[in-house]
Each structure stands twice: as C-alpha cells, then as structure tokens.
T-cell receptor
Framework: NAGVTQTPKFQVLKTGQSMTLQCAQD?????MSWYRQDPGMGLRLIHY???????DQGEVPNGYNVSRSTTEDFPLRLLSAAPSQTSVYFC????????????FGQGTRLTVV | DAKTTQPTSMDCAEGRAANLPCNHS???????VYWYRQIHSQGPQYIIH???NNETNEMASLIITEDRKSSTLILPHATLRDTAVYYC?????????????FGKGTRLSVIA
C-alpha cells in the first residue's frame, strides 16, 4: 500500500516547455486534487476530481489541464510552462465523505527558468 | 477564501501542551472543523476533525466552543517532531466532494 505517489520529485523546465506531473493512489479513493504551494504560503487548489471522468477547476486553474480516466491516476499537465508556475505541487486523495481524511503525496518541486 | 483566522506563529516548550487557537466565526451549522499539519516541506498530514463535540485521538484533542465560533487544537505533550505549520479548515459536512481550502496556518515551533 503505497498511498499517494507523485512523480517526479524534482523537475526543471524551460519557459514554454510542457510536461505532466503524475499522481497515483492505490486506496480506491474517489476524490483527488492538485494543489500548489509557493514559498511561505498555504496550499492553493488547482483542479480536483470527484471520480473517473469528472474534473473541476479550483482557485488557480489557469495554465494547467487535468483528466481522470481511471480512479487511480490524476495527472496534471502544464501546457506552456512559465516562471510563475515555479512552485511545489501536491496531489491529494480521499474517499468522498465529509469525514474522510485526505492523504497527500510528498510533492513535486518544479522550477521554470 | 479561507474561513478561518489563526495566529501566524507560536512557540511551545518541549513536553508541555501546545494549544493552537482557530477562529471561525462565520461557520455554518453543517460545516466541520478540520486540522492538518505540514512538517517542513512534506505533504500535509491529517490530525483530527469535529462538528460540535470535542474530539480526541492518538495525536491530539480538538475543543470546539459551544457557539462553534472558535476551536483549539491541543497537542498534550509537544515534542520537537511536532514543529510544523498547523492548518485549521472548515468544510461542509453534507458532501465529501467539497475541496479543502487552506489558509496560511500557524507555524508552531517546539523548543527544547
């Protein structure tokens, strides 16, 4: 039982490049989400999904795309990386219950130069 | 927007109880209070949650005032490993699909 796995752990991109941050969970959780965290700040929600085939935007969705083709995976795509997207990205998953605890991955540290 | 107010930082002596306050004066009757913490740059970790009754688990206790406008997270015997940023979050109780909205939290420093 690996929990929530994010890959890669570190990534450096050049401005304009695209890439996909991977997130996988093995707990059969319906709910998954992506956050970004800038230095000294709290986490801000980018996108979330309540189940396979269903996604919705969070607080800061611009510049990011998501899809949810399986229950296990929720990849985050950066379409054209910008320096403002330099951040630490966290993926989370939970059961769809208001009492359910959310499990977070260890994060992907992304630098865009 | 976060619906909670927390102090920016707090110190606590090792072995003593750490009491972290949270103000949520606009909380609705159907909203839970959640606490998460983030140690260094790791992913946040769930601690505890409650609706209106006090709650206790192996990590902490949660005390919610009768009017539910504030709460206190209590770490009974703080250790150096409890140094972290603690987030207080309110979330509607009728749906599990409502995202967790994080504020800036309280940075707790446990001092030897």
């Amino acid at each position: 039982n690996a929990g929530v796995t994010q890959t890669p752990k570190f990534q450096v991109l050049k401005t304009g490049q695209s890439m996909t941050l991977q997130c996988a969970q093995d707990m059969n959780h319906e709910y998954m989400s992506w956050y970004r965290q800038d230095p000294g700040m709290g986490l801000r929600l980018i996108h979330y999904s309540v189940g396979a085939g269903i996604t919705d935007q969070g607080e800061v969705p611009n510049g990011y795309n998501v899809s949810r083709s399986t229950t296990e995976d929720f990849p985050l795509r950066l379409l054209s990386a910008a320096p403002s997207q330099t951040s630490v990205y966290f993926c989370a998953s939970s059961y769809s219950s208001p009492k359910a605890e959310a499990f977070f991955g260890q994060g992907t540290r992304l630098t865009v130069v | 927007d976060a619906k909670t107010t927390q102090p920016t930082s707090m110190d606590c002596a090792e072995g003593r109880a750490a009491n972290l306050p949270c103000n949520h004066s606009t909380i609705s009757g159907n909203e839970y209070v959640y606490w998460y913490r983030q140690i260094h740059s790791q992913g946040p970790q769930y601690i505890i949650h409650g609706l209106k009754n006090n709650e206790t688990n192996e990590m902490a206790s949660l005390i919610i005032t009768e009017d539910r406008k504030s709460s206190t997270l209590i770490l009974p015997h703080a250790t150096l490993r409890d140094t972290a940023v603690y987030y207080c979050i309110v979330r509607v109780a009728y749906s599990g699909n409502t995202p967790l909205v994080f504020g800036k939290g309280t940075r707790l420093s446990v001092i030897a």
